[in-house]
């Protein structure tokens, strides 16, 4: 690998900030007392916690007591959804998407094989963009079920789905709405104040805070059923003694996200777009997945025909630049992405598909150095490919 690093992989983990890094350190250091103790020396823990918990509901647009931290986005994905089937237990029916990250898909498909198929389970289409059929989901909407589970944003497309109206329309029909908001959380506003969202799932590490901790909002008089039974952390809704300094450090990374939603949606999208047209100016046969307006103002997926993904990522890390083929937690597959299967992306091309997921951090001469250095990349793997022919 050469000696520099141009790190455009930021939907599948993000550097920690320095003012995290700062804010936690104290908590692992001198403030190492139990906050659920009773002494004065526990209580700044426990002040501390009350912080970020009010940090992170500001940026969320919620309130602190709506707030429970986790170890994961997985976590508390499988917390929300399991919450509502324990809940419901008469209720058969879970409504998911086609796109989902493992976390949820995973889950839902399991739910059903595990119970015999007692549970049914709707899979909502996307078109060739990427986008869902809302005309499918209120009809998939029933007396029978239990939750409906729709991801705010692609982690693989970056593609955003219509959250505030679906979520609308399944409280009119008195069913439970989960968003997976890993990706979106930090990227765009969201206000839950205004919406009819009953748990939202965010991860610290998406968005400059440490792995291994993250956040599940659960709005007020919303029923629920905890999925880590024990002290009386988190008000009941979570046993187990607090991952402390990562609390603290995602609270801190709360509070920068906040500040720098407008950079996200301005210099970010300007790098994103300046990288994308550039490939897609510079290279044959390149092609962009999902839809090109209604997207994450960090992510841009092109699919390259005719090569493999996994041999375009391995001589760009030669150049020192990190991509993914996916998600993090589906890259290790040969597979093609579940994802770009679902959109229709034909198979010469899915198997050649890179995201690129740029952050705040990321500057010109980056985007700039890995527009001279991919191009030459995927004309020599081209030359090596049995399908490929100058002009197809």
């Not at 899979?123 to 990427?130: I, P, R, S």
């Not at 402390?244 to 920068?256: N, Y």
């Amino acid at each position: 690998m050469s000696g520099r690093l141009v790190y455009l992989d930021n939907n599948a983990t993000t550097p920690i900030a320095p003012e995290v890094r700062e804010a936690m350190m104290p908590y692992l250091t001198n403030l190492y007392g139990n906050p659920s103790s009773m002494y004065s020396f526990a209580g700044e823990v426990a002040d501390g916690l009350k912080k970020a918990q009010a940090s992170v509901a500001a940026l969320l647009g919620a309130t602190p007591e709506e707030i429970t931290f986790t170890s994961c986005g997985t976590e508390s994905d499988s917390t929300a959804i399991l919450s509502a089937v324990r809940t419901f237990p008469e209720k058969r029916h879970i409504i998911t998407t086609r796109v989902e990250h493992p976390a949820v898909k995973n889950l839902c498909e399991n739910i059903s094989l595990f119970t015999g198929h007692k549970y049914r389970l709707t899979q909502l289409k996307v078109d060739e963009k990427g986008m869902l059929d809302l005309a499918e989901y209120e009809a998939a909407l029933s007396d029978d079920t239990a939750i409906a589970s729709i991801m705010w944003a692609n982690n693989e497309t970056g593609v955003i789905f219509p959250i505030a109206e679906m979520a609308k329309m399944a409280k009119k029909r008195g069913i439970l709405f989960h968003t997976d908001a890993v990706q979106a959380v930090g990227k765009i506003p969201i206000d839950l104040a205004s919406l009819d969202i009953d748990f939202l799932s965010s991860s610290g590490h998406k968005l400059h805070a440490p792995k291994g901790v993250g956040v599940l909002y659960v709005k007020k008089r919303t029923p629920f059923t905890p999925f880590l039974i024990g002290g009386h952390q988190e008000r009941g809704r979570r046993g187990g003694t607090e991952n402390v300094a990562s609390i603290i450090a995602l609270g801190k990374a709360s509070e920068l996200a906040a500040t720098h939603i407008g950079q996200e949606n301005s210099h970010v999208r300007a790098l994103r777009d300046r990288l994308e047209q550039g490939l897609l100016a510079r290279i044959p046969k390149a092609i962009l997945n999902g839809d090109k307006d209604n997207r994450l103002p960090n992510t841009s997926n092109i699919s390259f025909e005719y090569v493999e993904g996994e041999s375009i990522l391995l001589h760009m890390n030669r150049q020192g630049i990190c991509a993914s083929s996916g998600s993090a937690c589906t890259s290790g597959s040969l597979e093609p992405s579940h994802v770009l299967r679902a959109m229709g992306v034909p198979f010469t091309a899915a198997h050649g598909s890179i995201r690129f997921s740029l952050s705040v951090y990321n500057t010109q001469e980056e985007i700039d150095f890995v527009l001279e250095a991919l191009p030459p990349i995927i004309a020599s793997l081209r030359k090596l490919s049995p399908f490929w022919k100058e002009g197809l």
